[in-house]
């Protein structure tokens, strides 16, 4: 009975998962109301520049470029970013250094490392771009480690989710109005507000989410109206690779408000299937007339893809991509250990400034380059490809484990948490880094290099860390203090 009320009422949830005020200082207390207040102002600052540079990095070639950039950033801004990043980085790190971010420091310094390696045995462009190169990847991480070491409190982390929203609510907007006024097609010209489609429609689904969250698990179930209508709008941009996960992220979502674990809530989760099973229906179900009746030139694609699918799935460009990867990698010890170097295969940058006529356009491979008319889905390379084959096996294989130890920390937050906004928000940020990784597994762009959509989702996923931390170190502290005093309790309620 107290299970099912600390798992299904926020405010009972809260209550229930914290420990008296008295074992918190007054001076304790002004303290994280000052760093929360801190905390908001830098992760809003944060999410504004990256919001608003990619939008100034809009594709030229989409339809909307003329009116969606909002405003124009020279290229030189990027080095004020690496000052301010490294900057905010070392100042948390200094004030507070948690068991996770020195674990995760360490493994951005190993990588660092492994990268040099490679750079050093073979040497295509200058220190500059190479460390553009490892910026780029381990730049969420970075962001991570800042929102992890950040002085949270609840209501901090939903003005920030507000905030979130208020962004991709705009960006829905514009894509209706590029898709019903303009007459835009479906696909890759509806970007929103955002630089290219594949950003658009994980940032919509992102949004999505969080209104389903919020519906779910505050009870509050005219919200999931608006995340039914933002599920429909990530038709518009027509990316497939990310609608066919879709049905995933909203059951992972469903999964963690019905209780997370089998083993530790069996009763609740069979209870609240009553509810779950049909909505995911519903969700599907809309999800799917949206796109039949919407992106007609896709949904008539899909057969020929299922059938593709079937009878000749080795034909398929991330197939293609990754059996490309072994054949290359196997050819010695050197490529296995060290790649090709940076900047010898193709990567999000080199491949990014080909589109441009960039000056380091000239590193990308011509056989990997879109033609005209190349679906996505025969695209022969992605963000994992790239990096494996520039840097080698143990570089990759490290990014990799900074990712997920991420993936895996914020899952334990959403499922062991009695913090009812500790479970919402991160039952949100796993999703959103699952998008990430299934991305960069899938394909080359709107994945790690995408600021508006890697910053939000690993400021919510270490300020949800941050939180549930909290909440432990103060429940040990409950702990303690009624060992030392065995009767209190009953005196007190004398």
Same mark, same amino acid.
């Not at 209104?211 to 497939?240: H, K, N, Y």
């Not at 991160?426 to 597994?441: D, E, H, Q, R, S």
């Not at 508006?452 to 502290?477: D, F, H, Q, Y």
């Given at each position: ?18 420990? *008296? ?14 760093? =929360? ?10 999410? +504004? ?8 990095? @809009? ?19 990027? $080095? ?18 948690? %068991?996770?971010?020195? +674990?995760?420091?360490?493994? &951005? ?30 730049? *969420?991480?970075?962001? $991570? ?8 409190? *609840? ?15 705009? +960006? ?35 949004? =999505? ?56 809530? /069996? ?8 509810? %779950? ?8 179900? %809309?999800?799917?007339? /949206? $796109? ?70 000239? $590193? ?10 190349? =679906? ?62 299934? /991305?960069? @597994? ?22 949800? &860390? ?29």
């Amino acid at each position: 009975m107290v299970l099912d009320q600390v798992m299904g009422n926020a405010t009972v949830t809260t209550m229930a998962a914290r420990p *008296p005020l008295a074992l918190v200082s007054r001076r304790s207390r002004r303290k994280t109301a000052v760093g =929360s207040r801190d905390a908001v102002r830098t992760a809003i600052a944060l999410l +504004s520049y990256a919001f608003l540079h990619d939008n100034a990095a @809009t594709l030229p070639g989409t339809l909307g470029y003329g009116w969606t950039r909002l405003i124009a950033l020279p290229a030189e801004v990027r $080095f004020i970013e690496v000052v301010v990043i490294v900057g905010l980085a070392l100042s948390v790190v200094m004030a507070r250094r948690s %068991v996770m971010t020195v +674990s995760l420091l360490g493994g &951005c310094l190993l990588f660092v490392g492994l990268s040099i390696l490679s750079y050093l045995n073979h040497p295509v462009t200058g220190p500059i771009d190479f460390g553009r190169l490892v910026y780029m990847y381990l730049l *969420p991480i970075v962001v $991570f480690v800042i929102a992890r070491e950040l002085r949270w409190d *609840p209501a901090g982390v939903r003005t920030v989710v507000r905030f979130v929203l208020g962004w991709v609510l705009i +960006s829905a907007a514009a894509s209706w109005l590029q898709y019903l006024y303009l007459g835009y097609p479906a696909g890759d010209d509806i970007t929103g507000l955002n630089p290219d489609a594949h950003v658009n429609v994980s940032l919509l689904l992102i949004g =999505s989410l969080l209104l389903l969250a919020d519906g779910l698990f505050l009870r509050q179930w005219f919200r999931i109206l608006p995340a039914i209508g933002l599920a429909a709008t990530a038709v518009l941009p027509s990316e497939l690779k990310i609608l066919f996960i879709s049905p995933l992220l909203v059951a992972m979502v469903l999964w963690y408000y019905s209780g997370g674990s089998l083993w530790r809530h /069996a009763r609740m989760m069979f209870k609240r299937a009553v509810v %779950v099973v049909p909505l995911l229906a519903a969700i599907v179900s %809309v999800g799917f007339i /949206a $796109f039949n009746r919407i992106d007609i030139l896709s949904s008539n694609r899909v057969p020929a893809l299922i059938d593709r699918a079937l009878n000749d799935p080795l034909n398929f460009g991330t197939v293609i991509a990754y059996r490309n990867a072994v054949t290359i990698l196997t050819q010695g010890p050197r490529n296995f250990l060290l790649g090709l170097g940076p900047y010898a295969y193709s990567n999000p940058i080199s491949m990014g400034q080909s589109r441009e006529d960039g000056a380091l356009g000239r $590193f990308t491979r011509s056989d990997l380059a879109s033609s005209a008319g190349e =679906s996505g889905e025969d695209a022969r390379i992605t963000l994992a490809t790239s990096l494996a084959l520039e840097f080698g096996v143990p570089a990759f294989m490290m990014l990799g484990c900074l990712y997920l130890f991420v993936l895996i920390e914020t899952h334990l937050a959403a499922v062991r948490s009695r913090d009812g906004t500790v479970r919402r928000y991160a039952a949100v940020a796993v999703p959103g880094v699952m998008i990430l990784l299934a /991305a960069g @597994t899938l394909g080359l762009f709107g994945s790690l290099s995408a600021l508006a959509l890697s910053w939000p989702v690993m400021i919510l996923a270490g300020a949800t &860390c941050r939180l549930e931390a909290r909440n432990r170190v103060l429940a040990k502290r409950h702990r303690q203090q009624r060992r030392r005093r065995p009767g209190q309790s009953a005196q007190g309620g004398v």
